[in-house]
T-cell receptor, first 114, second 111 residues
Framework: DAGITQSPRHKVTETGTPVTLRCHQT?????MYWYRQDPGHGLRLIHY???????DKGEVSDGYSVSRSKTEDFLLTLESATSSQTSVYFC?????????????FGPGTRLLVL | SQQGEEDPQALSIQEGENATMNCSYK?????LQWYRQNSGRGLVHLIL?????REKHSGRLRVTLDTSKKSSSLLITASRAADTASYFC???????????FGKGTRLSVIA
């Protein structure tokens, strides 16, 4: 987990409220990712970023938005949280994408939407 | 959609035994990687094998890749209780697309 922090680590919120999760890295890596992990589904990509202000959708992007205004920070926002977004969210970073890519993961954020 | 599919979903062995996990994938790849996840933690990269390699070793880990069968296996020899974790395969392509992770195998090593 060195070099990657996620905040908050745990959050309980109510349906319909906005939620923002933060990923912060000190490695100066170009690529950053947001995943969600659910039982039976493994790890699914929500959004990723390949540079400041450059983002793209992943497999399960509906209901989520992201922003990256600085190299070190990647924010994930649930505009109006739903119970189906209860999950563990992981941020990851890498210095390349595709061939020879290795990802480094943060410690995760447990989100419960009531 | 997920590219890799690990098998078995769960595996329970005695300490000292070998553990073998398999990963099958659907499309051509540039490389295949294995990651470990301890309970409540993020994934940690273990090993990467390129598409032109057939076998790779790292300590007690042995990974094989058969591109004709689109499958890989991870062997952990002389397992320890500390090896208890979930193991994920991930496939990498040569283009600008991110890694695609499988659903994982839960390994329990009983002391």
């Amino acid at each position: 987990d060195a070099g990657i922090t996620q905040s908050p680590r745990h959050k309980v919120t109510e349906t319909g409220t906005p939620v923002t999760l933060r990923c912060h890295q000190t490695e100066n890596h170009r690529y950053m990712y947001w995943y969600r992990q659910d039982p039976g589904h493994g790890l699914r990509l929500i959004h990723y970023s390949y540079g400041v202000k450059d983002t793209d959708k992943g497999e399960v992007s509906d209901g989520y938005s992201v922003s990256r205004s600085k190299t070190e920070d990647f924010l994930l926002t649930l505009e109006s949280a739903t119970s189906s977004q209860t999950s563990v969210y992981f941020c990851a970073i890498s210095d390349r994408v595709g061939a020879e890519e290795t990802q480094y993961f943060g410690p995760g954020t447990r989100l419960l939407v009531l | 959609s997920q590219q890799g599919e690990e098998d078995p979903q769960a595996l329970s062995i005695q300490e000292g035994e070998n553990a073998t996990m398999n990963c099958s994938y659907k499309t051509s790849i540039n490389n295949l990687q294995w990651y470990r996840q301890n309970s409540g933690r993020g994934l940690v990269h273990l090993i990467l094998i390129r598409s032109n390699e057939r076998e790779k070793h790292s300590g007690r880990l042995r990974v094989t890749l058969d591109t004709s069968k689109k499958s890989s296996s991870l062997l952990i020899t002389a397992s320890r209780a500390a090896d208890t974790a979930s193991y994920f395969c991930a496939t990498g392509n040569s283009g600008n697309t991110p890694l695609v992770f499988g659903k994982g195998t839960r390994l329990s090593v009983i002391a």
